[in-house]
């Protein structure tokens, strides 16, 4: 059965001007609901003409662009040169992404505080530093839950608590159904977590790696999370994505195993879900490798059988 | 799209950057209208004033985001609404302007044709003088949105070209603003008020330049 996709690119090319060189060529891309998906390359390859095709901003030149979803796109860097406070503009971007006033209002207050600038909330856009305003940047992206997110280099200018939190909110959304697709330099970011790799070479896209499931990379810390069910409750099916392991410890308590950058947004979606979650422990991953291996065998083997249950 | 045209109003307002456009067309109503000359030329007159000064708010509210910022509600809205919603709002600023205008110069005119022999209605002058505003507010428009971004870029070659498109706009025989206020002119002389069917036409020539300027904001580079 084929997901619905949220966006499709086909043999999409990109040139400036009448008789430009090619930025991108061939380019074939299927962006599906809940897909985590970094593109790499060196300056100046058309990354950025990438996720400006994929956000919208750009037509491609030849090729085909098929589905629009709701998209909200952080740029690299963003000039402050607007003349309004932090929360007027986002209460204004919040009503564009199609948000009434209020909620808008709303919404701006709470993204500025998770990134730690509500007490920018009422100061000029053209007094707050390169970093703050890249906070805003980034609230106003997250205002209305967007279906496709489109991040240029976001974190940059970032500090490291907000860095931090970009991350949480982007394995977050991607939980909630959301697709994200971004650009940063730094390999280290949101390591294991992608569910696909791309280099941008030449202008057309190299897949550099994919996951079959959401594994994360072994030498990941993992956080182990108990949590009881309502009675005789399965485990919902955006809950058991997030996880990379789940056991059945008693009658209605499940053991989850989760990468720690996905911890919170385990923790959120089993405390949000309807029923909700009681969550019993958090911990640490136990200490007694040879039953992680085991663990992480029988997940390869079931990994293995879904894999071929779905060819 | 009321959010957006919303956003773009106060970004023209609070910018300050209508002042100096506002600034030309009263200096330009200052110098060349004044009370108890004929009704008809006066208004021709302001009419034609408006023209470049519609162009320049297209300029202002084209240019007034910076192009990361632009780039964040054209993924929110799509690039193209984003761009009409700012040609909108720079379109009903100076008609808002242009009535005003009109209003006043109707009140403090002179209510006779050129040689000061018969009287003209103040009612259907005025009208008339509000569809030739109209025309040249259109039309002021329409140049501003073929003379800047997406068309031109760099403003070394848009704000020349804003302003020869204005001049030809207004001398050209075959534009509709030139048409509109040669008949209030002539009118006037001959003590009879036109009706300025022309105002339509002025309104499909915008809309076509409208029309290309959002379809033009994902092909050019921003």
Same mark, same amino acid.
């Given at each position: 059965?084929?997901?619905?996709?949220?966006?499709?690119?086909?043999?999409?090319?990109?040139?400036?001007?009448?008789?430009?060189?090619?930025?991108?060529?061939?380019?074939?891309?299927?962006?599906?609901?809940?897909?985590?998906?970094?593109?790499?390359?060196?300056?100046?390859?058309?990354?950025?003409?990438?996720?400006?095709?994929?956000?919208?901003?750009?037509?491609?030149?030849?090729?085909?662009?098929?589905?629009?979803?709701?998209?909200?796109?952080?740029?690299?860097?963003?000039?402050?040169?607007?003349?309004?406070?932090?929360?007027?503009?986002?209460?204004?971007?919040?009503?564009?992404?199609?948000?009434?006033?209020?909620?808008?209002?709303?919404?701006?207050?709470?993204?500025?505080?998770?990134?730690?600038?509500?007490?920018?909330?009422?100061?000029?856009?053209?007094?707050?530093?390169?970093?703050?305003?890249?906070?805003?940047?980034?609230?106003?992206?997250?205002?209305?839950?967007?279906?496709?997110?489109?991040?240029?280099?976001?974190?940059?200018?970032?500090?490291?608590?907000?860095?931090?939190?970009?991350?949480?909110?982007?394995?977050?959304?991607?939980?909630?159904?959301?697709?994200?697709?971004?650009?940063?330099?730094?390999?280290?970011?949101?390591?294991?977590?992608?569910?696909?790799?791309?280099?941008?070479?030449?202008?057309?896209?190299?897949?550099?790696?994919?996951?079959?499931?959401?594994?994360?990379?072994?030498?990941?810390?993992?956080?182990?999370?108990?949590?009881?069910?309502?009675?005789?409750?399965?485990?919902?099916?955006?809950?058991?994505?997030?996880?990379?392991?789940?056991?059945?410890?008693?009658?209605?308590?499940?053991?989850?195993?989760?990468?720690?950058?996905?911890?919170?947004?385990?923790?959120?979606?089993?405390?949000?879900?309807?029923?909700?979650?009681?969550?019993?422990?958090?911990?640490?991953?136990?200490?007694?490798?040879?039953?992680?291996?085991?663990?992480?065998?029988?997940?390869?083997?079931?990994?293995?059988?879904?894999?071929?249950?779905?060819? | 799209?009321?959010?957006?045209?919303?956003?773009?109003?106060?970004?023209?307002?609070?910018?300050?950057?209508?002042?100096?456009?506002?600034?030309?067309?009263?200096?330009?109503?200052?110098?060349?209208?004044?009370?108890?000359?004929?009704?008809?030329?006066?208004?021709?007159?302001?009419?034609?004033?408006?023209?470049?000064?519609?162009?320049?708010?297209?300029?202002?509210?084209?240019?007034?985001?910076?192009?990361?910022?632009?780039?964040? %509600?054209?993924?929110?809205? &799509?690039?193209? *609404? /984003?761009?009409?919603?700012?040609?909108?709002?720079? $379109? =009903? @600023? +100076?008609? #808002?302007?242009?009535?005003?205008?009109?209003?006043?110069?109707?009140?403090?005119?002179?209510?006779?044709?050129?040689?000061?022999?018969?009287?003209?209605?103040?009612?259907?002058?005025?009208?008339?003088?509000?569809?030739?505003?109209?025309?040249?507010?259109?039309?002021?428009?329409?140049?501003?949105?073929?003379?800047?971004?997406?068309?031109?870029?760099?403003?070394?070659?848009?704000?020349?070209?804003?302003?020869?498109?204005?001049?030809?706009?207004?001398?050209?025989?075959?534009?509709?603003?030139?048409?509109?206020? %040669?008949?209030?002119?002539? &009118?006037?002389? *001959? /003590?009879?008020?036109?009706?300025?069917?022309?105002? $339509? =036409? @002025? +309104?499909? #020539?915008?809309?076509?330049?409208?029309?290309?300027?959002?379809?033009?904001?994902?092909?050019?580079?921003?």
């Amino acid at each position: 059965m084929e997901r619905e996709l949220l966006l499709r690119l086909e043999g999409v090319g990109r040139r400036y001007g009448l008789r430009g060189p090619w930025v991108l060529r061939g380019v074939d891309l299927e962006i599906a609901p809940g897909a985590l998906i970094r593109v790499e390359g060196a300056n100046g390859t058309g990354k950025s003409t990438l996720l400006r095709v994929l956000a919208g901003l750009d037509a491609p030149t030849e090729g085909r662009a098929t589905g629009r979803p709701r998209t909200a796109y952080v740029p690299e860097r963003f000039p402050a040169a607007l003349p309004f406070t932090a929360a007027e503009y986002l209460t204004h971007l919040g009503a564009v992404h199609g948000l009434d006033r209020p909620a808008a209002a709303d919404a701006a207050d709470e993204w500025l505080e998770r990134f730690g600038a509500a007490e920018y909330a009422r100061t000029p856009m053209a007094e707050l530093s390169k970093g703050s305003s890249q906070k805003v940047a980034v609230a106003q992206a997250l205002l209305a839950e967007p279906q496709l997110l489109v991040l240029d280099e976001a974190w940059t200018g970032l500090d490291a608590d907000a860095r931090d939190e970009l991350e949480r909110v982007v394995v977050e959304r991607t939980g909630a159904g959301a697709a994200v697709v971004f650009v940063d330099h730094d390999p280290r970011r949101l390591t294991g977590v992608p569910d696909a790799t791309y280099a941008v070479v030449g202008g057309a896209l190299d897949l550099r790696m994919e996951k079959v499931l959401s594994r994360a990379a072994t030498d990941d810390p993992v956080v182990l999370v108990e949590g009881q069910g309502p009675y005789a409750a399965q485990v919902p099916d955006e809950i058991a994505k997030l996880a990379t392991g789940v056991e059945e410890t008693a009658s209605g308590t499940h053991r989850f195993t989760v990468p720690e950058a996905r911890s919170d947004a385990l923790l959120r979606a089993l405390l949000g879900a309807r029923p909700p979650w009681h969550v019993v422990t958090v911990g640490a991953e136990s200490p007694v490798p040879a039953k992680a291996e085991a663990e992480a065998e029988a997940e390869a083997e079931v990994a293995a059988e879904l894999e071929v249950e779905s060819s | 799209m009321t959010a957006l045209l919303r956003y773009q109003a106060a970004l023209l307002l609070r910018s300050q950057r209508w002042l100096p456009p506002v600034i030309l067309y009263a200096t330009f109503l200052a110098i060349g209208v004044q009370s108890g000359q004929p009704i008809l030329d006066s208004l021709g007159y302001s009419a034609a004033a408006l023209l470049p000064v519609a162009a320049w708010l297209v300029r202002i509210c084209a240019t007034n985001e910076p192009p990361a910022a632009r780039s964040c %509600t054209g993924a929110a809205a &799509g690039p193209g *609404r /984003a761009h009409l919603a700012c040609v909108l709002v720079a $379109l =009903a @600023a +100076a008609t #808002l302007l242009g009535t005003a205008a009109t209003l006043f110069v109707t009140v403090i005119s002179d209510w006779t044709s050129t040689d000061h022999q018969t009287r003209i209605a103040a009612l259907p002058a005025g009208i008339a003088g509000l569809l030739a505003t109209l025309a040249c507010a259109l039309l002021g428009t329409a140049v501003g949105a073929l003379t800047n971004w997406p068309l031109l870029r760099s403003p070394g070659r848009a704000v020349p070209a804003l302003l020869l498109g204005a001049l030809l706009a207004l001398v050209v025989s075959g534009s509709p603003a030139h048409a509109a206020i %040669t008949a209030l002119v002539e &009118g006037s002389q *001959r /003590a009879t008020i036109p009706v300025p069917v022309l105002s $339509l =036409a @002025a +309104a499909l #020539l915008t809309a076509a330049a409208i029309a290309l300027a959002c379809a033009l904001t994902t092909r050019r580079s921003a």
